[in-house]
Nanobody, 118 residues
């Protein structure tokens, strides 16, 4: 079920930065604060992997490969999350997906492409 809206992907060189945003449309999400939010990514030929998560109580976790380079944040009043990606590497190239969970319900975005080329 695709209901979240990602933006901010693009084509960059190694060492550059991008900021991804994920919006939860108000028409679909009447409440946002209780959602556990995450960013996943999927590179060609690889499984989708969890990159970063921020829970409803703002507990944050990162996959080791992006720790100290990526920062996840949320703005509950605007119903958005962001992923600030610094010092990008070619291995960060993937489609990045936003994910929301609450109880047994799960929601995804359509994905945004991030390409880091040498």
């Amino acid at each position: 079920q695709v209901t979240l809206v990602e933006s901010g992907g693009g084509l960059v060189q190694p060492g550059e930065s991008l900021r991804l945003s994920c919006a939860a449309p108000r028409a679909i999400f009447s409440v946002f604060a209780p959602l556990d939010m995450s960013w996943y990514r999927q590179a060609p030929g690889k499984q989708r992997e969890l990159v970063a998560s921020i829970s409803s109580n703002k507990r944050i976790e990162y996959v080791d490969s992006v720790r100290d380079r990526f920062t996840i944040s949320r703005d509950n009043s605007r119903k958005i999350i962001r992923l600030q990606m610094n010092n990008l590497r070619p291995e960060d190239t993937a489609v990045y997906f936003c994910n929301a969970k609450r109880g047994g319900d799960e929601y995804w975005g359509q994905g945004t492409q991030v390409t880091v080329f040498s």
